[in-house]
């Protein structure tokens, strides 16, 4: 980590007791959830428990498992995490609820990172599999994967929505480990078609983006989850820091590393005193709507990987700066640290207000890249899994 790093973050003491607070909260759910899954979000501050292995979230659990493992080295939690392998292999074995872009969110977690840290070769054909079906919603010639539902809806075909960009790592570590071109190839041109259309020219970012299914025509932009077609849903915009430099990582395309500034530029242009976004960022201090603690966490870790890719100079100690701000009042003013009241990680999130779900709750992602920004600022040398 630089200076600056630590001058603006969480300290080693707070980010060690934070660690702590959130390991605590693991123990306690490794018993609660058992084999089963948590909802997307809280009720009241706690987990309601799902039926199944359904739903884009679940990999998330085991996905704080597994940093849970490589914070403490504790085989514990990689036993706890293993464990889920075989549920994730039975969702693919049996085609159940892959009706989604999500594939890569849902086994970059629960199967990449079991064969990568540990040679589970179940996991890694599991996740090839994975990323077979994901290359079945590439939509020609419009170079895009579609987002959600039957690719014969006519409300979803065509559409592609922000989140995308953190599923693509899923196609380019298939290339890697099949030697086959064609996942990187879709993933490529998908973050290409992005870029060009759902990242506006004032830098902010629309939800959705709807292409024409036959022609490949570019056709118009909407929300699902933010406050209006035109407004800058705040965790659509984080998805966008991280997405585009993750995207980096792989191609060593600059037009995404400059997507990922200018995304991020945007977002830190328009955050409340306490660096923690409100759920749109059209909302400001006074506004009387909520914040999303989820969009924060993801954010910190999309400006540290933003960092890592313009790699020195001022910008890039700009963004660890920055990210350390944002962590830091995660830390200390939305942690569920020393209550034993909840169950999550985060209190303060917001899945869809719109739609009135999980708003001002916990939710997974949230808990997941929170955990993620500790391990990064605990750990400087720790390899992401995406």
Known sequence: ?????????????????????ALRTIDANITKFADRYPADTTQDDRYPLRQGNVGW?????????????????????????????????????????????????????????????????????????????????????????????????????????????????LLFWATDV?????????????????????LRPDDTTFHTFYWHPTTGAPLRGETEQGSADDSCWARGQAWGIYGFALNFRYTGEPS????AQRCADYFLAHLPADHVAYWDLVFGDGSGEERDSSAAAIAVNGLLELARGLQAGPAAQQYRAAAGRILRSLVDNYSTAGDPDSDALLRHGVYDKPKGVGVDEGN?????????????TARPGWTSPW
């Open 1 to 21: 980590m630089t200076a600056i790093e630590v001058h603006t973050g969480p300290d080693a003491q707070a980010t060690g007791n934070a660690v702590d607070a």
């Open 57 to 169: 979230t679940t990999s998330f659990w085991p996905g704080m498992l597994w940093l849970a493992h490589e914070l403490t080295g504790d085989d514990r939690y990689r036993d706890e995490a293993r464990s889920h392998v075989r549920s994730f292999v039975e969702r693919i074995d049996r085609r159940i609820d892959l009706g989604t872009h999500d594939l890569g969110f849902l086994y970059t977690l629960s199967c990449v990172v079991p064969w990568e840290r540990h040679g589970d070769e179940r996991a890694r054909d599991t996740a090839l599999a994975a990323a077979d079906h994901l290359l079945t919603r590439f939509l020609e010639p419009a170079g895009i994967i579609q987002a959600w539902g039957d690719l014969d809806d006519p409300r979803q075909r065509g559409r592609t929505i922000i989140d995308s960009l953190m599923n693509t790592p």
């Open 178 to 198: 099949s030697g086959e071109s064609r996942y990187a190839a879709a993933a490529r041109r998908h973050a290409d078609q992005l870029r060009e259309r759902i």
């Open 256 to 259: 995404f590393l400059q997507a």
């Open 364 to 376: 997974l992602w949230g808990d997941y890249f929170y955990l993620e920004a500790l391990t990064r």
